[in-house]
Structures are given as structure tokens and as C-alpha cells.
């Protein structure tokens, strides 16, 4: 049975690849195509291209997380595999339907659809294609939850069948009439290592502290719709090119709810407009604090 580390640029799935063995380890990039969001430094940006096989404009996450992904493929002497969907600007288009039943909407804590469609289907494709499996076989994903994250965790089991097994639907061809045709495919175990060996986030960051890998502040989509409102007006601050972008996909919807908060009251420029009191740092949120898609 193979096995697989979901490494997120994160130092606890990083903390996984380093201390528990796989035979695999991907990263799923999220790229939009906003060319105000790309990289100045363009032999990274060439380097990223030829990762995921395609043109690299730029990415909804911190710009950390691409050196991160390089650092950690030297430190480990181990390969880690890329992945991509639809850019995020396909996702969310007004008029797309291609990839998915609801992207009409924009993605929300009550329609998550961008952490499937950008972070789970690519994997699963790539698990297709890539691991070389015999029909039927499931591979063990090892997940970055730490010890005191049990509810992040059973909240991804409850996702899975009887057995602890997740499946993917997925199109596997088209019916006389054009439309698609679905299945259903059971093809990964996920497990949670630091959970089981009681590793707090003190022990992660402690061994992090003299490797030469990079981190970004905070991991996963800079205006990712879980995080604080506060955290998100600190990201205007300090990406503003990228927060920029993700309060354009708001401006002219068809429903005013239709918002990554999933309400008119909050959208990202009202929470642009709002002035802090004091200054903030990434040190005053906690992890609660951050929002995470979990992969």
C-alpha cells in the first residue's frame, strides 16, 4: 500500500515529510492569473512553471510557500510532486461550469467547493496518473494535524466511509445526451501521525528553528474566507496586491450575499475600509485565528 505526505507549506506537514517517511510527497499550488500578484523574481517563476507543467503567472498564498516547496525538496533529497486545477479565477467566473456544480458562487464557509476542486481533485487526479495503483487500492495520506487539532481531524473522518476510506466523485466519460457521467471512486486513508505521537505545535516550530527552510507566516490562500476579519485587513497591509484581487471577485455579483463571508455586511472592501486602532502583528492571532482548508 503507498503512502502519501500532503505537504501544505505549512511547518507541521512539513515536520511529517521530514520525520515520517512516504513514498510520495504532493503539494497542491492554488494559482490565479492576476499578473499584479506575480513574483518579481522570475527564475522562481520559471522554476514553479516547469513544476506544474504549465504556465505560473501567480498564487492566491503567500509567494514564502513556492521557496518553501523548493527548500524542503533539498533539505529531505526527496522529489515533491505539484499539483494544479483550475486557477482560482477559473473557479470563480460568473459563468463557469466546467469544473464543478456550483462555481456560479463565490466560495464560502457554507460552499467550500475551492478546497475540492483546487486542493482534493487535483490529488486525486494525480493519484490516478501517477502512483502506479493496482484497481481497488487505497493509499494512506498522512495529514500535518497536530496533537490538539482532534477536532480538525474528525471533522475530515466524519467525510469518510465506515472504513476511514475517503472517496472522489469524479466524471468518467459522457452519456448519449452530452451530459457527464459520475462516479464514485474510494481511494485514500487519511491519517493523522502527530495526533497519534502527541506532538504539540512547540515540538514542530522547535524543530524548525536551525533547518534551512523557509515559512511563510501563515500558510494556505492570503484571503482565505475562514480567517479573522482582522487578520484579513492585516493581509491588505501586507499583500495587497493579492487581497486586492480577491475583493474584485465580490465587486458586481449577481446577489449581494454572494461573498466570500456569505454576506453583504462583510465584503473584503469593507474590511479594507476599516481603520485598526493599533497596530497588529501575525503573533496576536492564534491558529483559529488563520483559517485552513486542512491540506
Known amino acids: 500500500m503507498k503512502t502519501v505526505t500532503s505537504v501544505s507549506g505549512g511547518q507541521s506537514s512539513a515536520y511529517i515529510a521530514a520525520n515520517y517517511p512516504s513514498d510520495f510527497l504532493v503539494f497542491a499550488l492554488v494559482c490565479i492569473e492576476d499578473r499584479a500578484c506575480t513574483p518579481k523574481d522570475e527564475k522562481l517563476v520559471q522554476m514553479v512553471s516547469d513544476k506544474i507543467g504549465r504556465e505560473f503567472i501567480a498564487t492566491a498564498e503567500d509567494d514564502v510557500i513556492l521557496h ?35 462555481t456560479k458562487l463565490l466560495p464560502s464557509t457554507h460552499r467550500r467547493m475551492c478546497t475540492v476542486e ?40 466524519e467525510k469518510c466511509d465506515e472504513h476511514g476510506i475517503m472517496s472522489m466523485k ?13 462516479a464514485e471512486t474510494r481511494y485514500e486513508k487519511p491519517v493523522f501521525p502527530l495526533i497519534e505521537n502527541g506532538i504539540h505545535r512547540d515540538r514542530v516550530v522547535e524543530f524548525w528553528k536551525d533547518k534551512p527552510v523557509r515559512f511563510a507566516d501563515r500558510n494556505n490562500c492570503v484571503g482565505c474566507f475562514h480567517r479573522n476579519p482582522l487578520l484579513l485587513r492585516k493581509m491588505f497591509d501586507v499583500h495587497p496586491n493579492k487581497m486586492e484581487w480577491f475583493a474584485r471577485q465580490e465587486r458586481g455579483r449577481k446577489h449581494k450575499w454572494d461573498t466570500w463571508k456569505g454576506t453583504s455586511e462583510m465584503t473584503y472592501d469593507v474590511i479594507k475600509r476599516h481603520r485598526l486602532q493599533f497596530e497588529l502583528d501575525f503573533d496576536d492571532f492564534s491558529d483559529c485565528d488563520s483559517g485552513h482548508c486542512g491540506l
Open 68 to 102: 518553501t516547496m523548493f527548500d524542503l525538496e533539498q533539505y529531505l533529497g526527496q522529489t515533491i510532486d505539484w499539483v494544479v486545477g483550475p486557477t482560482f479565477d477559473q473557479l470563480v467566473q460568473p459563468d463557469h461550469t466546467k469544473f464543478c456544480n456550483n
Open 170 to 182: 469524479h466524471v468518467v466519460g459522457q452519456h448519449a445526451s452530452g451530459r457527464n457521467k459520475w
Open 118 to 157: 483546487m486542493k482534493m481533485r487535483p490529488m486525486f487526479e494525480w493519484w490516478q496518473n501517477h502512483c502506479n495503483i493496482a484497481e481497488g487500492e487505497i493509499v494512506i495520506k498522512k495529514i500535518g494535524f497536530r496533537a490538539g487539532e482532534e477536532k480538525r481531524a474528525n471533522k475530515m473522518l
